[in-house]
Antibody
């Protein structure tokens, strides 16, 4: 059974840093693209960042570019999101999500999600 | 950035009725459009990908159609458990984007 479990959320002051982790199991981690998606209070879903299978490529939303960095450790089957220079507008539940394989390679949709970890940026 | 506009914002229907949800893209996404179901306190669930392909384990009453800029999610016969917010998402271009959601209420 595919499982992804986020951790690392918490309360941080504006300008601070936080690292989120996502422990994955039940699938061959290195063969699948992984992403972070967030949902701010009362808002909809917002894609944050994606790392391709094998970690060859990474993509990020403009709203976090230069501040957030996605990475993965295949030996630990763990996805990370390093968040620096946090802003109040980064307050959200952050979800780790796996992408399926479609014909021709990764299909950048999200077929397995974690339960999320809450990040609160406030003074 | 491709903007996805979902309509209506809220849909209130009775069990057994047909629900039709719309997602319009600001530019063509060919067929690279997915739909998700989101219930309170639950992780989003992938329903449809690439416009019309049902994800694993999704009941046949959920179907997707469309191409280019106009897409539809149809729930053929609503059940009480279908009460949720439904989101569309495009994977045609970076950045990946989601629509604002349609809330389906069961009377």
């Amino acid at each position: 059974e595919v499982q992804v479990l986020e951790s690392g959320g918490g309360l941080v002051q504006p300008g601070g840093s936080l690292r989120l982790s996502c422990a994955a199991s039940g699938f061959t981690f290195r063969d699948y693209a992984m992403s972070w998606v967030r949902q701010a209070p009362g808002k909809g879903l917002e894609w944050v960042s994606t790392i391709s299978e094998n970690g060859d490529s990474a993509y990020s939303a403009d709203s976090v570019k230069g501040r957030f960095s996605i990475s993965s450790d295949n030996s630990k089957t763990t996805l990370y999101l390093q968040m620096n220079s946090l802003r109040t507008e980064d307050t959200a539940v952050y979800y780790c999500a796996k992408s399926p394989l479609c014909s021709g390679g990764s299909c950048y949709v999200f077929d397995s999600w974690g339960q999320g970890t809450l990040v609160t940026v406030s003074s | 950035e491709i903007v996805l506009t979902q309509s209506p914002a809220t849909l209130s229907l009775s069990p057994g009725e047909r629900a039709t949800l719309s997602c319009r893209a600001s530019q063509s996404v060919t067929r690279y459009l997915a739909w998700y179901q989101r219930k309170p306190g639950r992780a989003p669930r992938l329903l449809i990908y690439d416009a019309s392909n049902r994800a694993t384990g999704i009941p046949a009453r959920f179907s997707g159609s469309g191409s280019g800029t106009d897409f539809t999610l149809t729930i053929s016969s609503l059940e009480a458990e279908d009460s949720a917010v439904y989101y569309c998402q495009q994977r045609s271009n970076w950045p990946l984007t989601f629509g604002g959601g349609t809330k389906v209420e069961i009377k």
